[in-house]
């Protein structure tokens, strides 16, 4: 299958680049299955978001990722020349993986200490052509709180493996120092605005390099009137990696391979989504990394009676595309996704490319707002 059966023309002033005033009131589509649940009679209707209680059923449960997002941003200078470098953190690095002999040089200070007070990051570099292995980055800003940055090896796809040196405690410096990682279809800088308008109100667990948006529509009023109605709510965790800035350069879906990203669903939450499935409601799925974080964490009861969710942490590159069968999802909140992206795959997967095509040739001539603070879709 092409990566480019997945193009639709875009015009860019379609590309929101603020949220609205109030988040639950953008528009949202919804994407009707027929009898046959194949969806190859396409029905659209055009709503405003607070209009979604009108199709969620009493028994049903929304599934929310809860991660929150790091200001990941960072923008510094390189020790000794002064050249201004740009940071994105990507995911901590655990200390043991790392190999012990990158630290045993003897002709050069390291951050790296026996005590373990350290953090080590996988991080993407701009420019990278700049920063070799024992070149450091300090980080500031006008009240002198300060990290510096030491690279220590290179990861994958032109990434770093960097250690940070700090005083105190690392997020609370991140928090000072670091901007909010907006995509970079947003043409513009990150203000003090996006550090709440890019996370949801019921982000919890820090280690996201990008907003859950489809999340981002929901108030507590919204989601207390959902439950009020008797749509349960299920909390999991997916922190969103790399994959969100990465395009598809391969030529055909089949040789694209995702990066793992960490997950955990709690007891809590399996129980929920089980008792849901096994009394005949429907799982519908708030956003992609809430979708592949169930497709993720399924297991099988039998032939008969499907699939469950297993509670537990892990890490999934689960891509999702075209032919894919859904175990758990039957519903799906989401936002409008770029062009030949593996999101606009995996909602084919659910809706038909076909179908998804025709709805995103809609969105366009009615003028929707595209991505991350743009409007919403309701795949049901």
Known sequence: MRVDEFDYELPEELIAQK??????????????????????????????????????????????????????????????????????????????????????????ETTISDSGEYELWETMVRPGRRLRTGDKVIFSNEHGKKLVAEIIDNGEDGTRIVSFDYDGIFMERLEEIGAMPLPP??????????????????????????????????????????????????????????????????????????HFEEYTVSEEAAKTINNTILSGGRIISVGTTSA??????????????????????GATNIFIYPGYSYKIVSGLITNFHLPKSTLIMLISALAGRENILKAYEKAVKEKYRFFSYGDAMLII
């Open 185 to 258: 279809y947003i043409d513009r800088p990150a203000t003090e605005e996006d550090a709440e308008d890019y996370q949801t109100v019921y982000n919890r667990y820090e280690g996201s390099v990008a907003a859950p948006t489809a999340g981002l529509h929901f108030t507590e009023e919204l989601l207390n009137a959902c439950e009020s109605k008797g749509v349960k709510l299920a909390y999991l965790t997916l922190h969103v990696g790399i994959g969100t800035f990465r395009p598809v350069k391969a030529e055909t879906v089949e040789e694209h391979h995702m």
């Open 292 to 313: 592949r974080t169930l497709e993720s964490a399924a297991i099988p009861i039998d032939s008969n009676k499907g699939f469950l969710i297993r509670p537990g942490s």
């Open 19 to 108: 949220p609205l005033k109030e988040r639950d009131s953008c528009r949202l589509m919804v994407l009707h299955n027929n009898i046959s649940g194949n969806y190859s009679d396409v029905g659209i209707e055009h709503r405003k978001f607070t209009d979604i209680l009108e199709y969620l059923h009493p028994g049903d449960c929304l599934v929310l990722n809860d991660s929150r997002v790091i200001p990941a941003r960072l923008f510094g200078e390189k020790e000794g020349t002064g050249a201004r470098i740009e940071f994105l953190l990507i995911k901590r690095v655990d200390k043991n993986a790392i190999n012990k002999n990158l630290f045993d040089a003897s002709d050069k």
